[in-house]
């Protein structure tokens, strides 16, 4: 079956550091979506990629869509703090409109 | 608007017990999904709606009953509680599969 997979699985960096996330599908998406968990909390949307090759941005965020369709990333630039959390790729399964989630990448800044 | 509502936030159930989680959404949105998230896991997808009357079955259905008579509500069923179902369940709704709005999650405990 489809299956969304995020590298890292875990990252911790200073900050101020930059850090990127990547979400492969073993099949080709209709669409991108990403979201964010904080600790304890629940999903909340980022954004949405629809087209080949789209990029982005939302501040110190900047999402890519792949030429594929195939691959995604999400990079943050300096980060800081509130960027603590795990974020998540997701994506419909081929032909449906049901949403599968990536396995996400979990952050964690030291100040 | 309150967004999506679930309840009971805590849930502490003995096994072979029956309960149902309830999740009402207020944003008139088409679109329902349950999910459960088990710890240092994603999200993996259990049922899912895409309107009043319409239910399908997601990554992993079994054990868990769906129905969806009204936009606002889509309560899930657990039929015969199980340990492999502690879990945190999360509900969301979507007004056309972009960009969910999830619940802030009821933690069960199956013991």
């Known amino acids: 079956g489809q299956q969304v997979m995020q590298i890292p699985q875990y990252q911790h960096v200073q900050e101020g550091e930059d850090f990127t996330t990547y979400c492969n599908s073993s099949t080709t998406l209709s669409n991108i979506q990403w979201y964010k968990q904080r600790p304890g909390g629940h999903p909340v949307f980022l954004i949405q990629?629809?087209?080949?090759?789209e990029v982005k941005k939302q501040k110190r965020l900047t999402f890519q869509f792949g030429e594929a369709k195939k691959n995604s990333s999400l990079h943050i630039t300096a980060t800081q703090t509130t960027d603590v959390g795990t974020y998540f790729c997701a994506g419909p399964l081929y032909n449906t409109d049901k949403l599968i989630f990536g396995t996400g990448t979990r952050l964690q800044v030291f100040p | 608007n309150a967004g999506v509502t679930q309840t009971p936030k805590f849930q502490v159930l003995k096994t072979g017990q029956s309960m149902t989680l309830q999740c009402a959404q207020d944003m008139n949105h088409e679109y329902m999904s349950w999910y459960r998230q088990d710890p240092g896991m994603g999200l993996r997808l259990i049922h899912y709606?895409?309107?009043?009357?319409?239910?399908d079955q997601g990554e992993v259905p079994n054990g868990y009953n769906v129905s969806r008579s009204t936009t606002e509500d889509f309560p899930l069923r657990l039929l015969s509680a199980a340990p492999s179902q502690t879990s945190v369940y999360f509900c969301?709704?979507?007004?056309?599969?972009?960009?969910?709005?999830f619940g802030s999650g009821t933690r069960l405990t199956v013991v």
């Open positions: 709606s895409v309107g009043a009357g319409i239910t």
């Open positions: 990629l629809v087209k080949s090759g």
């Open positions: 969301a709704s979507s007004y056309s599969g972009e960009g969910y709005t």
